[in-house]
Each structure stands twice: as structure tokens, then as C-alpha cells.
């Protein structure tokens, strides 16, 4: 338990929206008696609503991310902010420069390349000056490909890496409005800005880039691999460029020339093939349709609003079987598989929220500051939370 004049180890802002209500009852069912956690957003009707619901008694905060004052106040009085208020380019980063500041550590779900790589210009040398851990990417986006590259580098004995390939192999889950409107803002965002565009695009976004050169780049991943088909995974540009941040922060130890891909897995024969030519082409196309003014605002009409999400039956009953192969320049290829019987991207999420505010608030931690990675501030700590929380992240030589 954090020993300090704050009045709460979590805060916990969001709390009434669709993922925060998630995180708040995972941790109204696990964290430790004794740890003193907060619930914040902008209406303390529908927080105090929660609080009932949760059956706690925690405190609750009023705090509008436009306003400054209430920022501060609230990154002051708490050992971490755990927040799921996003699109973060809109909401996010102000609350992340005022943990910065104040030496409070930050734990939030963005999969925003823009915000994040703002947020290392902005928040990395002030974070390191005052002691905070500000840790983006803490649920699907992007603890599963972080860890399962981290833990199978650990396991081959740490040596430079030649390939990673983030192989799903079952996926079942629904998706929010949260999720679409931080897409929205993104491409919004990247239409009026070239920059933005090359960024999104740039492995190495998130880093000063490596000092040597590189190869030709892994391709797309469509295609046959191993007598299957497999097709791009639509989360794999940006969860490459987490990894290539946790590389970097570690010295480069998985290696400058390091390739790394995700893939989603189809089958065999014309069934394979069909379903990763869907996937391929569909994935291409919604991206593109969010890219356009006009066609982004046909898909409006029929995407989730912000603030809803899909319905219980779809997260009851969502699920994630991912591997993660990892080929060292020198000895066995290693395997982690990371699966768990939650919905990927709400009840899953929650979880990994959860646990990585409380181990940001209660675990011995690498004497790390700055913007991380959840690999690089959390790793075996975090791991070990989830396993106790029906995750799998096991590591074996690949076979």
C-alpha cells in the first residue's frame, strides 16, 4: 500500500461511462481491503448512481477535463489516475500533463498514435523530473502484444530478436462508441494534417527511430503462411509502435532490426482464403471511409454513439486466444500465448485497467519515470495480476 499525504492511491475518471463502469466493478470486486479509491467525471448524479450500484463507499470527484483547476486537484490528491475518457486527443492531455507535473502516476486506454506520441513530447522530461509513470495503452491497445513480446524476449534469454509475429487465433467481442470516436478524431485529425498521417504510419513513431538501417519491411501479413491463411490484424500498426517504444526504452534489447507484425489467423483451403481476403479488404475499407468526410458520416448513422457499447450477451460471452512468436538471433524460438474468457475490449479491459492502476499504486516497480509502456513499467508485476484474474500468459519454446 502507497505510504503518502494523498488522500487516495486510484482515482478512477470515467467511472460512469461504458468501459469505466467495467474497470470500477473490478475493482469494487479485487483490489485489496484498504486501498483508498475515488471515482470521478463530470456528473456526480450518474457517479453517485455507480457508487450505489457498486455497493461501495468510495469518495466521489466532480471534474470536467476542460477545466484545469479541477484537473489539478484532483492529480494532487492521488497516487494514480486511471482514466477511460477518451477520444484522448480531445480529453486526454491535460490530465496526463498534470500527473506529469505533480509526480502522479497514469494509466489510461488510448490507442491514439497522435496523442500518445504529443504526450512523450510534451510529458516524458517532466514525468522523469517528478517521479510519475504516465502509462499509456492499458488494455487491449495494447497490453496483450506489449507483454507477450516482452515475456517471450525474457524467456529466450534476452538476446536481440530477428521477428515477432502476433498471431490471433480467436477473437470474440463487441465494440463502443468510445472506440469509433477516438478512430473519428484520429482520422479527423490525420485528413488536415500530413504529419499526423506519417506518423500514424511510422513503426517508429513513438521513438527516436533506430540508428541503423533497417531492411525491407515484414509484408502486410495477407497471404499464406505455413499452409494457412492469414490476413492484417487492424490493431497491429499502432500496438507495433508500443513495442518499438518499449524496445527503445530497454536500450533497444529486442534489436534495432526487430521486425514485427500482427496477423489474424483463417484456416485453410478456399474457406481461409476467403475469410483473410474479407478481412484484408473490409479492414482497408473501413479505415478508409473513417479517412473521408462524406463517407465518414454514412458510417455515423449506423456506428455505436459515444457512450454505448455493445450488449450484455456479446460480453458475456466474448473471449481472446492470441500467440506471440518471437525469433531470437541466437537459440530456441518462444512462444507466449495470452488468452482470456472476457471480451477483449470491455470486460477484459477492465481487467487490465484495473490491475495496472493498482499495481501503479501498490507494486514494487522498476525505478522507471517518464512515458512508458506498460511492459516497461509494470511487466512481470502486471503479469502475475492478470494470471490471477483468469488470464493466461504462459511462455514455451515454439514447436
Same mark, same amino acid.
Request: glycine share 12%; aromatic share 6%; charged share 20%.
Given at each position: 500500500?502507497?505510504?503518502?499525504?494523498?488522500?487516495?492511491?486510484?482515482?478512477?475518471?470515467?467511472?460512469?461511462?461504458?468501459?469505466?463502469?467495467?474497470?470500477?466493478?473490478?475493482?469494487?470486486?479485487?483490489?485489496?481491503?484498504?486501498?483508498?479509491?475515488?471515482?470521478?467525471?463530470?456528473?456526480?448524479?450518474?457517479?453517485?448512481?455507480?457508487?450505489?450500484?457498486?455497493?461501495?463507499?468510495?469518495?466521489?470527484?466532480?471534474?470536467?477535463?476542460?477545466?484545469?483547476?479541477?484537473?489539478?486537484?484532483?492529480?494532487?490528491?492521488?497516487?494514480?489516475?486511471?482514466?477511460?475518457?477518451?477520444?484522448?486527443?480531445?480529453?486526454?492531455?491535460?490530465?496526463?500533463?498534470?500527473?506529469?507535473?505533480?509526480?502522479?502516476?497514469?494509466?489510461?486506454?488510448?490507442?491514439?498514435?497522435?496523442?500518445?506520441?504529443?504526450?512523450?513530447?510534451?510529458?516524458?522530461?517532466?514525468?522523469?523530473?517528478?517521479?510519475?509513470?504516465?502509462?499509456?495503452?492499458?488494455?487491449?491497445?495494447?497490453?496483450?502484444?506489449?507483454?507477450?513480446?516482452?515475456?517471450?524476449?525474457?524467456?529466450?534469454?534476452?538476446?536481440?530478436?530477428?521477428?515477432?509475429?502476433?498471431?490471433?487465433?480467436?477473437?470474440?467481442?463487441?465494440?463502443?462508441?468510445?472506440?469509433?470516436?477516438?478512430?473519428?478524431?484520429?482520422?479527423?485529425?490525420?485528413?488536415?494534417?500530413?504529419?499526423?498521417?506519417?506518423?500514424? =504510419?511510422?513503426? %517508429? !513513431?513513438? $521513438?527516436?527511430?533506430?540508428?541503423? #538501417?533497417?531492411?525491407?519491411?515484414? &509484408?502486410? *501479413?495477407? @497471404?499464406?503462411?505455413?499452409?494457412?491463411?492469414?490476413?492484417?490484424?487492424?490493431?497491429?500498426?499502432?500496438?507495433?509502435?508500443?513495442?518499438?517504444?518499449?524496445?527503445?526504452?530497454?536500450?533497444?534489447?529486442?534489436?534495432?532490426?526487430?521486425?514485427?507484425?500482427?496477423?489474424?489467423?483463417?484456416?485453410?483451403?478456399?474457406?481461409?482464403?476467403?475469410?483473410?481476403?474479407?478481412?484484408?479488404?473490409?479492414?482497408?475499407?473501413?479505415?478508409? =471511409?473513417?479517412? %473521408? !468526410?462524406? $463517407?465518414?458520416?454514412?458510417?455515423? #448513422?449506423?456506428?455505436?454513439?459515444? &457512450?454505448? *457499447?455493445? @450488449?450484455?450477451?456479446?460480453?458475456?460471452?466474448?473471449?481472446?486466444?492470441?500467440?506471440?512468436?518471437?525469433?531470437?538471433?541466437?537459440?530456441?524460438?518462444?512462444?507466449?500465448?495470452?488468452?482470456?474468457?472476457?471480451?477483449?475490449?470491455?470486460?477484459?479491459?477492465?481487467?487490465?485497467?484495473?490491475?495496472?492502476?493498482?499495481?501503479?499504486?501498490?507494486?514494487?516497480?522498476?525505478?522507471?519515470?517518464?512515458?512508458?509502456?506498460?511492459?516497461? =513499467?509494470?511487466?512481470?508485476?502486471?503479469?502475475?495480476?492478470?494470471?490471477?484474474?483468469?488470464?493466461?500468459?504462459?511462455?514455451?519454446?515454439?514447436?
Amino acid at each position: 500500500m502507497s505510504e503518502n499525504a494523498r488522500d487516495h492511491d486510484i482515482v478512477l475518471l470515467g467511472a460512469t461511462g461504458f468501459v469505466g463502469a467495467f474497470t470500477a466493478r473490478h475493482l469494487a470486486r479485487s483490489a485489496p481491503d484498504g486501498v483508498r479509491i475515488a471515482l470521478a467525471g463530470r456528473s456526480r448524479a450518474r457517479l453517485e448512481d455507480a457508487r450505489r450500484e457498486l455497493g461501495v463507499d468510495w469518495p466521489i470527484m466532480e471534474v470536467d477535463t476542460t477545466d484545469e483547476t479541477a484537473i489539478t486537484r484532483m492529480t494532487r490528491s492521488t497516487s494514480v489516475v486511471a482514466t477511460t475518457v477518451g477520444p484522448y486527443l480531445r480529453y486526454g492531455m491535460e490530465v496526463a500533463a498534470s500527473c506529469a507535473r505533480e509526480g502522479t502516476s497514469y494509466a489510461d486506454l488510448s490507442g491514439e498514435s497522435i496523442f500518445v506520441a504529443r504526450s512523450i513530447q510534451r510529458n516524458h522530461d517532466a514525468a522523469e523530473k517528478s517521479g510519475a509513470r504516465i502509462v499509456h495503452s492499458c488494455g487491449f491497445d495494447s497490453i496483450p502484444s506489449d507483454l507477450g513480446v516482452g515475456l517471450s524476449h525474457s524467456a529466450a534469454g534476452g538476446v536481440p530478436i530477428v521477428a515477432a509475429t502476433l498471431r490471433v487465433r480467436s477473437l470474440r467481442g463487441g465494440i463502443s462508441g468510445g472506440t469509433i470516436d477516438s478512430l473519428r478524431q484520429q482520422m479527423r485529425e490525420a485528413r488536415t494534417d500530413a504529419s499526423a498521417r506519417r506518423l500514424i =504510419a511510422n513503426p %517508429f !513513431a513513438l $521513438t527516436p527511430g533506430p540508428s541503423v #538501417r533497417l531492411p525491407r519491411r515484414a &509484408g502486410s *501479413g495477407w @497471404g499464406k503462411e505455413r499452409g494457412g491463411w492469414q490476413a492484417p490484424f487492424i490493431m497491429g500498426a499502432y500496438n507495433q509502435q508500443i513495442i518499438q517504444r518499449s524496445n527503445y526504452l530497454t536500450g533497444w534489447s529486442y534489436g534495432q532490426l526487430m521486425q514485427y507484425r500482427e496477423v489474424v489467423t483463417t484456416g485453410r483451403g478456399v474457406a481461409g482464403f476467403a475469410a483473410a481476403g474479407a478481412i484484408s479488404v473490409g479492414t482497408a475499407a473501413f479505415v478508409g =471511409a473513417m479517412s %473521408f !468526410a462524406p $463517407t465518414r458520416a454514412i458510417l455515423d #448513422r449506423v456506428l455505436p454513439e459515444p &457512450g454505448t *457499447g455493445p @450488449g450484455a450477451d456479446t460480453v458475456e460471452h466474448g473471449r481472446f486466444v492470441l500467440d506471440v512468436d518471437v525469433y531470437p538471433v541466437e537459440g530456441e524460438p518462444m512462444r507466449a500465448r495470452v488468452a482470456a474468457p472476457f471480451d477483449p475490449g470491455y470486460g477484459g479491459t477492465g481487467v487490465m485497467l484495473g490491475e495496472s492502476a493498482l499495481s501503479l499504486a501498490l507494486d514494487e516497480l522498476p525505478d522507471r519515470a517518464g512515458v512508458l509502456t506498460p511492459m516497461v =513499467a509494470m511487466g512481470d508485476k502486471l503479469a502475475e495480476r492478470l494470471r490471477a484474474h483468469r488470464f493466461t500468459l504462459d511462455v514455451a519454446p515454439l514447436r
